[in-house]
T-cell receptor
Framework: KAGVTQTPRYLIKTRGQQVTLSCSPISGHRSVSWYQQTPGQGLQFLFEYFSETQRNKGNFPGRFSGRQFSNSRSEMNVSTLELGDSALYLC?????????????FGSGTRLTVV | LAKTTQPISMDSYEGQEVNITCSHNNIATNDYITWYQQFPSQGPRFIIQGYKTKVTNEVASLFIPADRKSSTLSLPRVSLSDTAVYYCLVGADSGNTPLVFGKGTRLSVIA
């Protein structure tokens, strides 16, 4: 059974640019959540999509956005990149987005903003 | 969301049993307790989950007392490859509450 696939694995962007990251969840999983991980702030929740609708949102500026397609694949976009956006971006898929059923994380996309 | 408190770090020698305790005083009736393991530059990996008493799988055991205000993750006979950050999460069985990670416990296994 394929796991959660995130692409690209590494990315280097210049300040002011925008970036799009992709996440393919486990087949049959309808919930996809996105997290930002930095050494200083740890794992922070960005947003969750369930059946193409944003169901939950963390405390991040509007530069961070996402969407989910009918096949449950999800993308997140960061516009007007700042140096502080350098982080490991993780997505997690879940059957129904219910903690009791467990979440599976991808290996992440390492974004470096220069 | 119930807040969790865990030790920041722990050290252990190879072959020892490691117990990591998590406090969650405000746990709600329908909350589950889940532990994740994370290696550097990888996503967290589900280890074990429980609601009450004791749960055991091939990797770890989870002990939850009757009041459920704390839980203990037990790793038997750790090896160097168990060096990682361990997160305790508490969350409901409904789909409207995202996973919220704390700082976790950094376990260092020494040869």
């Amino acid at each position: 059974k394929a796991g959660v696939t995130q692409t690209p694995r590494y990315l280097i962007k210049t300040r002011g640019q925008q970036v799009t990251l992709s996440c393919s969840p486990i087949s049959g999983h309808r919930s996809v959540s996105w997290y930002q991980q930095t050494p200083g702030q740890g794992l922070q929740f960005l947003f969750e999509y369930f059946s193409e609708t944003q169901r939950n949102k963390g405390n991040f500026p509007g530069r961070f956005s996402g969407r989910q397609f009918s096949n449950s694949r999800s993308e997140m976009n960061v516009s007007t990149l700042e140096l502080g956006d350098s982080a490991l971006y993780l997505c997690a898929s879940s059957l129904e987005g219910i903690q009791a059923y467990g979440y599976t994380f991808g290996s992440g996309t390492r974004l470096t903003v220069v | 969301l119930a807040k969790t408190t865990q030790p920041i770090s722990m050290d252990s020698y190879e072959g020892q049993e490691v117990n990591i305790t998590c406090s969650h005083n405000n746990i709600a009736t329908n909350d589950y307790i889940t532990w994740y393991q994370q290696f550097p530059s990888q996503g967290p990996r589900f280890i074990i989950q429980g609601y009450k008493t004791k749960v055991t799988n091939e990797v770890a055991s989870l002990f939850i007392p009757a009041d459920r205000k704390s839980s203990t993750l037990s790793l038997p006979r750790v090896s160097l490859s168990d060096t990682a950050v361990y997160y305790c999460l508490v969350g409901a069985d409904s789909g409207n509450t995202p996973l919220v990670f704390g700082k976790g416990t950094r376990l260092s296994v020494i040869a």
